[in-house]
């Protein structure tokens, strides 16, 4: 097993490129400058299965979402309905024993709580330990559709280092590696 940690983040929206892969980039990128291997999947362009093997292989994800209507998309949606626990005659379970972290994107600060429901079935569905607090970014952080501000940026370069960190201490623990989801 390399010692590298391996992230992937996994945008949720229905269109490529924008702020939430900006969101997501950033996060990567700060992963990437504390020693991970980075990837990036953006399911307007991918295939849910494509996403799902990606996380199965990887020690942590960021997940990626606009929120829409004080919720994260459908695309998100479908990607965690489809993923299995490994309870109940499941063979896989591809987010037990991995660290996580969210990066919700918004027209303003009004949904930032949106970030809660997705930790919650992360940590307690899936038994994924999750990174705290998310990173919710409204379109004042950014200095346009594709580029982080100067703050935003350095919030994303902290997440990023913090996942890897969360990563490694997953990995080092049997305990936290071999949770199981609540029910």
């Known amino acids: 097993m390399s010692d590298a940690v391996k992230v992937v983040g996994i945008v949720a929206s229905p269109s490529e490129g924008g ?11 700060g992963a990437t400058k504390a020693g ?9 362009s991918a295939e849910r299965s494509v996403a799902i093997e990606a996380i199965d292989s990887a020690d942590a994800v960021v997940f990626g979402s606009p929120v829409y209507r004080a919720t994260y998309s459908a695309q998100l949606k479908d990607v965690l309905e489809n993923t299995q626990r490994g309870l109940h005659g499941e063979t896989t379970a591809p987010l037990r ?5 969210i990066a919700f994107t918004g027209a303003s600060a009004h949904h930032f709580l949106s970030t809660d429901s997705a930790r919650a079935i992360l940590a307690s569905f899936f038994a994924t330990q999750v990174l705290s607090p998310a990173l919710y970014l409204e379109h004042k952080d950014f200095q346009d559709r594709e580029t982080l501000g100067e703050i935003a940026t350095g919030w994303a370069d902290q997440h990023g280092a913090a996942l890897v960190d969360l990563a490694r201490a997953v990995r080092a623990s049997a305990a936290l590696s071999t949770l199981d989801p609540l029910v």
């Open 97 to 101: 024993g991995k660290a996580a972290a």
């Open 36 to 44: 991970a291997e980075t990837r990036i999947i953006e399911l307007a």
């Open 19 to 29: 702020r939430t892969t900006a969101a997501v980039a950033g996060i990567l990128a």
